[in-house]
């Protein structure tokens, strides 16, 4: 999206089309994967 921080992502052993269309299909609603924005609500919920 316009004006939105990047989200950077490293792939090894398969094409960055096909990474980049599975973390596409991770994103619920918003910008950030699901699995990542789970992790982060746990992490906040431990500290």
């Known amino acids: ?14 094409k960055m089309e096909w990474a980049s269309q599975l973390i596409t299909s991770f994103v619920a609603c918003g910008r950030i994967p699901e699995p990542l924005r789970v992790a982060r609500l746990i992490a906040r919920g431990l500290s």
């Open 1 to 14: 999206m316009e004006g939105e921080a990047p989200l950077y992502f490293e792939v090894v052993g398969e």
